[in-house]
């Protein structure tokens, strides 16, 4: 395995280079890498810097889901765990939005512990980019929907890393007083 900043780096790096151009959804037209640091930042944070591979994933999690990046040169490059981890929290973009969300109730359980804090930090972020002063009807009703959807997938992640469920739930509160 690469050195642990060396890994993270070059995580960084691929990841910027493949969401490149792309923009999150929502206001302000953010650069989707914005997400990415977001998500491994909670990720770093959460463990305090003790998985260096967690960490890569997080940077990498929307590579295979969203660019043309696999599963294999994932592994190629970077460590099998971490080829696993984007895996396990990428979804099958061939089934309808509605069937994608429910598989990911369903399926938050049975994902291993890194997977599980991934998910809690991708949606953490997710809602925070939701989170918007004044919001229109039509962002209000995107915000209660994704969280009421959040707060299920979450249910089935909680348990491996206190720190990352209580900014969870904090991250909602502040969510629904801003609406
Ligand atoms: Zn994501």
């Not at 949606?123 to 959807?149: C, G, M």
């Amino acid at each position: 395995m690469l050195q642990p900043i060396r890994l993270i780096s070059e995580a960084a790096e691929l990841a910027a280079r493949r969401h490149n151009g792309m923009a999150r959804k929502g206001r302000g037209n953010e650069p989707y890498i914005n997400h990415l640091a977001e998500v491994a930042n909670l990720l770093a944070v959460a463990t305090d810097g003790a998985d260096a591979e967690l960490v890569a994933a997080g940077w990498l999690h929307d590579t295979v889901e969203d660019t043309d990046t696999t599963r294999e040169e994932l592994g190629t490059k970077f460590t099998e765990r971490i080829a696993a981890l984007v895996v396990e929290v990428t979804d099958d973009m061939s089934l309808p939005k509605p069937q994608r969300r429910q598989k990911q109730i369903e399926d938050a359980p049975h994902k291993s512990p890194g997977a599980k804090m991934i998910k809690i930090a991708d949606k953490i972020s997710n809602i925070r980019a939701r989170t918007v002063p004044n919001p229109s009807k039509e962002e209000r009703d995107d915000l209660v929907d994704y969280i009421a959807w959040a707060e299920k997938v979450v249910a089935g992640c909680r348990g491996v890393n206190p720190m990352l469920d209580a900014k969870f739930d904090e991250t909602v509160e502040a969510a629904r007083s801003a609406l």
